[in-house]
């Protein structure tokens, strides 16, 4: 009897199918499905799923009611649907969330039966797929993160001199990808053709909407053919799919323009860094290649940008010049404008008046895990004003909610002094470190 755990045992099951995959890159896999419904593979992809947590979908059913049942029992049940061939995908649940720029996005909850079957799905593809994906790609990807990308950005402006920035910007990436494309990236490491028909179903699952007490049922995405649900474990990794065609596009682009210019993707995030006097040639062929594709580009929010006299904005940092104490200018990053606006309001949201019945130590706990997720992504660059800026306005909106909790008059800043709250109730401070944090190599 083996004595190792889910996770050892995947580990060792993906290794073996990464290592097939890039040695043999022409490679397809006909036997797999068997590998998705294995013992160890549904118990790691619960883990993963248990630890990530979220809300129920569309059938009501949250973690904690599979575990009242019994987990064992309801996975045992799962695993019995999958051998048999019997399992099918449920309706997501449809909620909306607001846009950095405005607006609201459609977000597509799965049930949670399906987030583990796709989650273990992921955990047999992902590693088939990892051999085949580009250097310019960093989203969602093993040992790299947004942060990554941006320092191959500041690479590329520092060392490369490519201070002509294309600022792309996709309209609605994941909800238009063309399905029958996608499903050619897949089939082509793909043979298995239980894998592909549940991918296939997974794109074109029903949405289900509730407003009120009313409940809609909809399947744009069949109509369509066209889209990845945002929400779903398997969305990011078909994106990065249908990405690299236009990264293997770009890279058979005029040589002129190719040499001169480099991309950096994150997810649908990208920029293109262009020697100067290239930038105009790039966003051309960029444009063609995306019609190529069945993509649209967002016209009115893709730029050019030419620095040092130019900023833009990426992954929540701000790019441009900078000056260092002694006044001398370099090119770098500090945290975007918005990036510090979407912090101030959780805090606002996490201080309301909706709070009042909650004690001053479990407020504590949710600012306190904001402030630090917030600051363990923002600490490249300049930050020290945004750092101030933050913990001041946290005091203020603290002390604010705590004179209404106990009903004092005022603003509560004598009542409930700094001191207080930094010490005696714990309340995290962003504090630049002593020493600058050490620089993390491009790749």
Aim: glycine residues 8%; proline residues 5%.
């Amino acid at each position: 009897m083996s004595l190792q755990t889910p996770e050892v045992s995947v580990r060792k099951l993906q290794t073996a199918l990464h290592a097939k995959a890039k040695a043999e890159p022409c490679c397809r896999f006909y036997s797999l499905w068997d590998k998705v419904f294995r013992d160890d593979v549904l118990r790691e992809a619960w883990r993963r799923c248990r630890a990530n947590g979220g809300a129920a979908g569309a059938d009501g059913v949250g973690f904690a009611d599979i575990e009242a049942e019994g987990r064992e029992r309801w996975l045992g049940n799962l695993q019995q649907e999958l051998r048999a061939g019997q399992y099918r995908p449920q309706p997501l649940l449809r909620v909306w969330i607001p846009k950095s720029s405005g607006g609201q996005r459609p977000l597509g909850i799965p049930t949670i039966r399906d987030r583990v079957v796709q989650a273990a799905a992921i955990l047999v593809l992902g590693p088939i797929f990892e051999a085949d994906l580009l250097e310019e790609q960093y989203g969602f990807r093993p040992g790299r993160d947004a942060k990554m990308a941006l320092r191959q950005v500041v690479h590329h402006l520092q060392r490369q001199r490519r201070t002509e920035i294309v600022d792309a910007d996709l309209s609605d990436y994941f909800n238009t990808i063309p399905h029958g494309a996608l499903m050619k990236c897949v089939a082509r490491r793909i043979a298995d053709g239980r894998i592909l028909s549940i991918i296939k179903r997974w794109l074109t699952t029903p949405v289900v909407e509730r407003i009120g007490r009313a409940t809609s049922q909809s399947n744009e995405a069949r109509r369509t053919r066209r889209g990845t649900p945002q929400g779903g474990v398997v969305s990011p990794l078909l994106a990065n799919l249908y990405f690299r065609r236009f990264l293997l596009g770009w890279q058979r682009a005029r040589p002129s323009v190719r040499e001169a210019a480099a991309i950096v993707n994150y997810a649908d995030d990208f920029v293109i860094c262009c020697k100067p006097g290239v930038g105009l040639a790039a966003m051309a062929t960029m444009r063609a290649l995306m019609a190529r594709l069945g993509l649209q580009v967002n016209d009115r929010k893709t730029r050019l940008a030419r620095l040092p006299e130019e900023r833009f904005d990426f992954l929540g940092y701000t790019v441009g010049r900078f000056y260092s104490k002694d006044g001398k200018p370099y090119l770098g990053t500090a945290p975007s404008k918005k990036a510090i606006q979407r912090v101030m309001r959780r805090i606002h949201d996490e201080t309301s008046r909706r709070w009042l019945g909650k004690t001053i130590e479990s407020r504590i706990v949710e600012v306190n895990r904001v402030l630090r997720g917030w600051c363990g992504y923002f600490n490249q660059g300049p930050v020290r004003d945004a750092y101030e800026k933050l913990a001041w306005y946290t005091q203020r909106r603290l002390q604010r909610w705590l004179a209404r909790k106990h009903k004092k008059p005022g603003s509560g800043s004598r009542q409930y002094p700094h001191e207080l709250l930094y010490g005696k109730l714990g309340l995290y401070r962003p504090t630049v470190p002593a020493r600058s944090l050490p620089r993390a190599k491009a790749r």
